[in-house]
């Protein structure tokens, strides 16, 4: 059998076996793999997700290869200069997984803010005697700086959420500092990271991981907040630097943190887990439905494109 088509994952919905379909033959097989090691070879394509960091040796071992699909808006996990060098094609999913992000850090920053997870296990505990004035009070949004780290299309998305809350959305992207950003509800200005960052009650990332963004939150950055910011991060680990945002949390100095990403994960620093006032969840930003049929359609759409272009 020539394998022209090799993916690592099953794809919600029925777009990889119509890829299949069109261009037999294709082998599904986990990210490295020993099957997967030797289709590689004979490969024309390859599917995966944010997790199959491709090396340039594994590209060197795949010579006929003509396009590489991810199932990610994020592109930081593959040799992007290789591939371009090679004339491999690269194909993400921009666009379908928009809302369903911007949906999740909202879910982030309220379950943070009104203090969800410790309401639940209050009650699941059975320990709740009722109704107290002073019981788990949360921290309310309306009026205040919505720091948006990003002017792409999820940055501008939970922008309209924030307005919706009452805040007042800012944002800081690699563009520069000024003017200002059409999020679709309105204008917000574009900032210098040092003054958005100090007008930030809340500061949500959804910028990519580059080498210009690596780190771009370190201990100095996180500094400048104002006491007790909360920082959401649905985007990258490794924009935020995580040992600075534990010490700022453990010395009391953020109102609290709610992840969705992590740097090197599926790992998890373990000082996440006991840290105070933090929501974490597992990398979930596109986990609907809908969204993620539609990023198996884009991509296979992309991919078809790819393999009869280089025909
Ligand atoms: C992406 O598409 O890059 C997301 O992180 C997946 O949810």
Known sequence: ??????????????????????????????????????????????????????????????????????????????????????????????????????????????????????????????????????????????????????????????????????MAPLFWDRTGHGGEVDFGLGQAPRLALRELLSRSAVLSIHCPLTDQTRHLLDRQALGQLPAGAFILNTARGGILDEDATLDLLEEGRLGGVGLDVYEGEPRVDPRWLRAPRTVLLPHLGSATVETREAMARLLCDGLATALSASR
Do not use: Y
Not at 108 to 127: D, F, I, Q
């Open 1 to 166: 059998m020539s394998i022209r088509i090799l993916a690592t994952s099953p794809l919600v919905g029925t777009a990889l076996s119509g890829l299949g379909a069109r261009f037999p033959e294709l082998l599904l097989a986990p990210f490295r793999s020993p099957e997967w090691k030797a289709a590689l070879p004979q490969a024309e394509a390859l599917v995966g997700v944010l997790s199959d960091a491709l090396t340039e040796a594994e590209l060197d071992a795949a010579p006929r290869l003509r396009a590489i699909g991810t199932l990610s808006v994020g592109v930081n996990h593959l040799p992007l200069e290789a591939c371009r060098s090679r004339g491999i094609a690269v194909v993400n999913t921009p666009g379908v997984l928009t809302d369903a992000t911007a949906d999740l850090a909202l879910a982030l920053l309220l379950a943070l803010t009104r203090r969800v997870a410790e309401g639940e296990a209050l009650l699941r505990s059975g320990a709740w005697t009722g109704w107290e004035p002073n019981q788990l009070l949360g921290s309310g949004l309306a009026g205040k700086g919505c720091g948006i780290l990003g002017s792409g299309p999820i940055g501008r998305a939970f922008a309209r959420r924030a307005l919706v809350l009452g």
